[in-house]
């Protein structure tokens, strides 16, 4: 009994195993097919009506559910009797009769008809496959009797020339190239002989020969002469191709005739009197003979040797010929060759004179210029020019304003100077200025006037500071007490360094310390004797840190009354004037000091001088003038009507001065106002050019004149000697944006702050100055065509946009950013670029992988299948949302697609080198995969990289990933095999 037990044990847990197997079976079947299970009805009458293949299949699907051990009764054989059991054993033991099987259960019935139909697919499908190997058997027959039919036809009509061949061989009229060449050439010399009448037309055309009157006379005499005649005829009758039999007859008659050459006499003798009566026939018959002859004759050794000489005869001629041809066309390359020698040696003589006579008028100018800075005398001086340089936001242009009583500072952009503005004072309105002043300094003004230059402060505008500064006698360098020397302000410093510039600087915003007590437009002095203690403590705290901050700078300074005699003679020595540019205070100290410098210290350099010493400041259109010239004349004399020498890009340009215009005294060039017309003007003053060809005039570029007795030449060669640095400045790109400005010298600054400031540089195709039309868009639409829609861009610096310029851009997708200011223009352009990259890698976010290298925990596997979940440590690389995985080293499979990066409970999108995640898997594609069946933690997962991916990582995500991560990126081109 314990037997039993133990064995009916054993079997219940085979037959549990046998059980989930056919679970497992069931269900797929069920699944993938969805066969129904036919009624019981049915069942049973399909049973009664089976065939005996039916049958067959039934006992295999019985064998098969028996031999898993399960029960094909119905009802299981869970609860069934056991002597129903024993009988059942004791019948299958005594080979009862097939037809006491039992009855089918579902299960049989299923895996029966899956059978049946499996088998009657596999019918199916070999019938197909026959069918088709059919078809291709009947294709490949029908190409292989095409094939056969056309060798066969080649053939027959190869044994078809073959027989003609041989019947032509045997009839003897075979021709081979060579012997049909020759009676072809035989066939030419014979019709020759008949256009020279050797041989008559009619004969040769069968017609009867005209009767002739009958000549009696010697019968011997007349058959030597013709026997001569026929001689001569043989040995000048062209050679005739004629078969090897004929000719072999035709030489044995000949030979038979000369034999009875001798019984002629016997043959006249025989012919008796009838001689006469054949004589017509005679003559009429012997052109007949000759033409045969001719015909039957073959070439010989002479008639080769005469187409040899012959054909010596026409090479000879054709190289005559040749060489007369060569000899003309040498001739005619030498006259050439000498014609462009010539002009050469008179184009060389025409730039040795030009050459001479610039030389020539380089020395006399140089010696004029040499007289003219002899003559300068210490009683004429010249306006000393002032430039006024500082960090942005400093005062400088509302420091000017508070000179001048006027405002320009707030009629610019954003208050930000982005233009060289050019003032003149005069010396009358020095002397109200420094009035309260000069009443206790004494000071004897001796200059007719001062010449103040406005230069912009922020960092942009690098080249106009320092066009500026190249330009002035004297600087201000404004300070901002409250905040000392600034970025802008230490550069302005160097640049006046580099120059050996002598500057003053104005401690600005003098009225920010603590409790001021305004006194407005009075000296500085006086001002500070009303403040009260705790503000003069304050104002020295500050004066002794922007002191300090010079100091660190390499400068010596002092207040300017503390100075002494021996720091005024140093020029190392800075005097610092504090100032307020909104009450007035210290302004007409700021002035004073200006014109003492420039008469004790730089009175030799202020001495008037009568050469033009003329720079270009601004290139500007202005309504009802066209495009002007802002030019800073330092020293020498314009005049209306005067011929100008400007410097551009494509070369010098002469121009006639149409007019010369200044801003009324004491307001400023930019400034819209009446201006003043001149006739002639004197230096330093800055004047408005205006002029023919003007819009390409280089800003910072030298301005020259041509007198009576200068050389054009030489005047052209000197302006353009200063360019090569401005060329590279405004040399463009193939593709970039394009960019308008209102100046030239704002444009310059532009194109700097693009190029070498923002990050990355914003390169330029293609610049301007004025209004934007309607032209210009549709330039910059090329962009689009060669795809950089990002480059279809105009960025407008404080320029008009025409209203069919507007409406255009949008219909060529264009667009059009305008400002005031620089910095806001540079801000909508790179908010606009920040957009575009984002959407183009939103775009490419499904093509580009970022490489990476993971190694699975194995003490953190959470889930081995659909999804997987593990942890996992990063081991190079970047693994990101999105990355696809897989093993190389199991045949590059693929593992799935990482769905969620979590640390520490958190959801992250990225995870760097280094960093342990857990991570969830899912492949859509193949859901079984399973963690510790197809891979497990002993190979690590690489994300898979292709050549799309990595083209997109390099056009939209370069900046993302660092050299580290490029490298891995080649490490695992070298894996996946990525050319």
Not at 122 to 138: C, H, L, N, T
Request: charge should be negative; charged fraction near 35%.
């Amino acid at each position: 009994k314990k037997g039993k037990n133990k064995k009916k044990g054993g079997g219940a847990k085979e037959k549990v195993a046998d059980d989930d197997d056919w679970d497992i079976l069931l269900a797929a079947e069920t699944q993938n097919d969805k066969v129904e299970t036919a009624p019981k009805e049915e069942a049973a009458k399909e049973e009664e009506t089976a065939t005996p293949h039916d049958d067959a299949g039934a006992d295999a699907a019985a064998a098969f559910l028996a031999a898993q051990g399960i029960d094909t009764a119905d009802g299981g054989g869970g609860g069934a009797d056991k002597k129903k059991k024993k009988k059942k054993k004791k019948g299958a033991a005594g080979g009862g009769d097939s037809n006491d099987k039992a009855p089918m259960s579902k299960a049989g019935k299923v895996v029966a008809e899956r059978m049946r139909l499996q088998r009657e697919e596999e019918d199916r499908i070999r019938a197909a496959e026959e069918a088709e190997a059919a078809r291709i058997a009947e294709l490949e027959a029908a190409d292989e009797a095409e094939r056969k039919k056309i060798e066969d036809e080649k053939e027959r009509k190869k044994q078809k020339q073959k027989e003609k061949i041989e019947r032509q061989k045997r009839e003897g009229t075979y021709l081979t190239k060579a012997q049909k060449e020759k009676k072809r050439m035989a066939e030419q010399r014979l019709e020759a002989m008949r256009a020279a009448g050797m041989i008559p037309t009619i004969a040769m055309d069968g017609q009867k020969p005209k009767k002739e009157k009958i000549v009696y006379g010697n019968k011997k005499k007349d058959r030597d002469e013709d026997n001569e005649e026929k001689a001569t005829v043989e040995e000048v009758a062209p050679p005739t191709e004629v078969p090897a039999e004929k000719e072999l007859k035709s030489t044995e008659e000949i030979t038979k005739k000369e034999d009875s050459g001798d019984d002629w006499e016997a043959a006249a003798d025989d012919s008796g009197d009838d001689w006469d009566a054949d004589s017509d026939s005679d003559a009429g018959g012997k052109f007949d003979d000759l033409e045969k002859k001719l015909k039957e004759a073959s070439i010989n050794e002479n008639d080769d040797e005469d187409l040899i000489e012959a054909e010596k005869r026409r090479e000879k001629e054709r190289l005559r010929i040749l060489g007369l041809e060569r000899a003309e066309r040498e001739r005619i390359e030498a006259e050439k060759r000498d014609k462009f020698l010539a002009e050469q040696e008179l184009v060389s003589r025409q730039e040795q004179e030009k050459d001479q006579k610039r030389e020539e008028g380089k020395k006399k100018r140089m010696e004029q210029e040499k007289a003219n800075i002899a003559a300068r005398t210490r009683d004429d001086l010249r306006c000393p020019i002032v430039v006024i340089m500082g960090h942005v936001d400093t005062g400088k242009t509302k420091l000017l304003d508070k000179i001048r009583k006027t405002n320009v500072q707030e009629g610019e952009a954003g208050g930000i100077t982005q233009q060289i503005g050019a003032t003149f004072f005069e010396k009358k309105t020095l002397l109200q200025q420094t009035a309260r002043l000069n009443e206790t300094e004494k000071f004897d003004l001796q200059v007719p006037g001062m010449l103040v230059i406005d230069t912009p402060g922020h960092e942009s505008f690098t080249n106009l500071r320092s066009r500026g500064s190249s330009l002035c006698d004297v600087a201000i360098l404004v300070v901002d007490l409250m905040h000392g020397l600034e970025q802008q302000t230490i550069e302005s410093l160097n640049m006046l360094r580099k120059r050996n510039t002598p500057f003053v600087v104005a401690l600005n915003k003098i009225d920010r310390c603590y409790a001021w007590k305004t006194c407005k437009d009075s000296p500085i002095r006086d001002a500070l004797k009303e403040q009260p203690e705790g503000t003069l403590q304050e104002f020295r705290t500050r004066t002794s840190e922007a002191k300090v901050q010079l100091m660190e700078q390499g400068i010596n300074s002092n207040i300017y009354w503390e100075m002494g005699d021996d720091d005024w003679l140093n020029s190392d020595f800075v005097p610092l004037v504090p100032t307020s540019a909104i009450t007035g205070e210290g302004v007409q100290d700021v002035l004073m000091l200006l014109c003492q410098m420039a008469q004790r210290k730089l009175w030799k350099k202020m001495m008037w001088c009568a050469n033009l010493q003329a720079t270009v400041l601004e290139v500007k259109a202005i309504d009802g003038l066209g495009m002007t010239v802002d030019v800073l004349v330092v020293n020498g004399y314009l005049k209306e009507g005067d011929k100008a020498v400007f410097c551009t890009l494509d070369g010098p340009v002469v121009a006639e001065i149409r007019g010369l215009l200044t801003p009324p005294p004491s307001r400023e060039m930019r400034i819209k106002s009446e201006y003043i017309h001149h006739k002639q003007v004197k230096g330093a003053l800055g004047v408005k050019i205006i002029g023919n060809g003007l819009e390409k005039v280089m800003a910072g570029t030298p301005v020259m004149v041509v007198g009576p007795d200068d050389e054009e030449e030489d005047i052209k060669a000197e302006v353009m000697s200063d360019l090569t640095s401005l060329q590279d400045k405004l040399s463009m790109d193939n593709k970039g944006v394009m960019v308008y400005a209102s100046t030239l010298g704002a444009l310059e600054a532009l194109l700097q702050f693009l190029r070498e400031e923002t990050k990355p540089p914003i390169p330029v195709s293609q610049i301007g100055i004025g209004t934007v039309h309607k032209r210009d868009i549709t330039k910059i639409s090329v962009m689009n065509e060669k795809g950089c829609s990002e480059y279809a861009t105009v960025l407008a610096f404080d320029v008009p946009i025409d209203k069919d310029a507007r409406e255009h851009a949008i219909e060529m997708n264009v667009r059009v950013f305008t400002a005031d200011i620089i910095y806001h223009l540079f801000d909508q352009f790179t908010r606009f670029m920040e957009e575009l990259t984002e959407k183009r890698r939103e775009e490419a976010a499904a093509v580009a992988v970022f490489p990476s290298i993971i190694k699975i925990l194995p003490q953190h596997v959470y889930n081995q299948k659909d999804p997987i979940i593990v942890g996992v440590e990063v081991v190079e690389g970047i693994l990101k949302v999105g990355t696809p995985l897989c093993v190389p080293a199991l045949d590059h499979i693929h593992i799935g697609i990482v769905t969620s990066i979590e640390m520490n409970g958190k959801q992250q999108d990225t995870a760097r080198k280094g960093a342990s995640v857990a991570i969830k898997i899912v492949n859509e594609h193949n859901p079984t995969i399973t963690y510790g069946r197809q891979f497990d933690c002993a190979n690590n997962l690489y994300s898979t990289l292709t050549r799309a991916s990595i083209d997109a990582l390099k056009t939209n995500f370069k900046e993302k990933l660092e050299n580290e991560d490029w490298r891995l990126v080649v490490k695992m081109k070298k894996v996946f095999g990525i050319i």
